[in-house]
């Protein structure tokens, strides 16, 4: 079956524009969750969602939201991107609430120059 | 608050011999933990998992992870190392109340050398 697909793959913006970046689960998946890659960081968790509505949010400003369509499928927003907003964005699906792991996208690389 | 310590940014070790990766973690209940792998400009791939049961859990491509519930410690293990196991691993852990989410530690990068 189908992995978990995120588009796009590599994204270039410029400083105080917004970004909206795409997650379609695994089918049958249910729970989408959003994490923010960097070398200084690490994986910081972003938002959950599951069944539309948000379950778990991170310690992130309100620049960054997100949501779930009734099909499962995701998306987060960045607006007013900061050259610090610049990471691997990644997706991971799972069937609940990630009790038996989590299947995660290739991500996608945001640069804001 | 749940949270997962890799003591170690990286860990060397030549082909064949043994490796171990190691994984500290705070959680209130048994938790579920968990092993994840990740290539260069990839996602993260799913190794193995420890919900309940046996301490020893066997996962992909010949690793496995020992649950030392006193230690509270899942470390990753493999008797003999690959070139290809070059990689940066994270351990992962899941309060099992089912409120909180997947909390990710720093990553170890693993080093093979022939």
């Known amino acids: 079956k189908a992995g978990v697909t995120q588009t796009p793959r590599y994204l270039i913006k410029t400083r105080g524009q917004q970004v909206t970046l795409s997650c379609s689960p695994i089918s049958g998946h249910r729970s989408v969750s959003w994490y923010q890659q960097t070398p200084g960081q690490g994986l910081q968790f972003l938002f959950e969602?599951?069944?539309?509505?948000?379950?778990n949010k991170g310690n992130f400003p309100g620049r960054f939201s997100g949501r779930q369509f009734s099909n499962s499928r995701s998306e987060m927003n960045v607006s007013t991107l900061e050259l610090g907003d610049s990471a691997l964005y990644l997706c991971?699906?799972?069937?609940?609430?990630?009790?038996?792991?989590?299947?995660f996208g290739s991500g996608t690389r945001l640069t804001v120059v | 608050a749940q949270s997962v310590a890799q003591p170690e940014d990286q860990v060397n070790v030549a082909e064949g011999n043994p490796l171990t990766v190691k994984c500290t973690y705070s959680v209130s209940g048994n938790p579920y933990l968990f092993w994840y792998v990740q290539y260069p400009n990839r996602g993260l791939q799913f190794l193995l998992k420890y919900i309940t049961g046996d301490n020893l859990v066997k996962g992909s491509y010949g690793f496995e992870a020992e649950f030392n519930k006193s230690q509270t410690s899942f470390h990753l293990k493999k008797p003999s190392a690959l070139v290809s196991d070059s990689a940066l691993y994270f351990c992962?852990?899941?309060?099992?109340?089912?409120?909180?989410?997947?909390?990710f530690g720093s990553g170890t990068r693993l080093s093979i050398r022939p």
């Open positions: 991971a699906s799972s069937l609940e609430g990630g009790e038996y792991g989590y299947t």
């Open positions: 969602y599951f069944s539309e509505t948000q379950r």
């Open positions: 992962a852990v899941r309060d099992p109340s089912g409120a909180s989410k997947i909390i």
